[in-house]
């Protein structure tokens, strides 16, 4: 576990190694923000997923200038959230592809040794929201796909840096046939098809440990 969470990776890097993750069709979906693996995500459903993110910083930050601020900070919300919903079931499938499975015990593993270098589980919520736009009650859900990217790496015999890792992720964009709402933009990793802020992008124990300075 320890191994596991000291993986990281420099974004810039990662975007550059990586191939094309399948971009998105033309086809019209009316009402769908996409259409992944021939299931839509629905702008109801990603307006609700903004909101849950909105609802925990206004919890968060009570503060209405400080409030404000950290909304200007995410003013790209909604395209961010679905590029990471996408994301997550690409990677989803990549593992299943590779016979990836995660236990609910690792993702609790993972989790708790975060929430000791965070200070707390509080904390560790804190620091996702901030970092990542995950509100608390995802975080679990959000922890086990850093579990599921790092075994499916490890399976591969590389890490989440690498292009083997990405390869394997850019096969099963393609078999998902992602097909994205233009107003949300593009599925093109190499002109930011991938969310900055994905947690699995980057050395995770940081993130936790910087809000205990």
Known sequence: MHRRRR?????????????LLAACGSEAHPGAAAVVGGQRITVAQLQGRVDEVRRA???????????????????????????QMVLDRVLDQAARDAGVSVSPRETQQLRSGLEQQAGGAKALETAWLQQYG?????LDDNLRLQVEAQKLAAKLHTDVSRPEFWKALSTASAALRIDLNPRYGSWDVQKGGVPARTPWLRDVSAAATQQKV
């Open 57 to 83: 910083q206004r919890a968060a930050v009570t503060e209405e200038t400080q409030y404000q601020q950290a909304v200007s900070r995410t003013g790209t919300l909604a395209r961010d959230t679905l590029h």
């Open 7 to 19: 993986t990281a990776l420099v974004l810039s890097a990662a975007i550059a190694a990586a191939p």
């Open 134 to 138: 995950v509100p608390p009650r995802r």
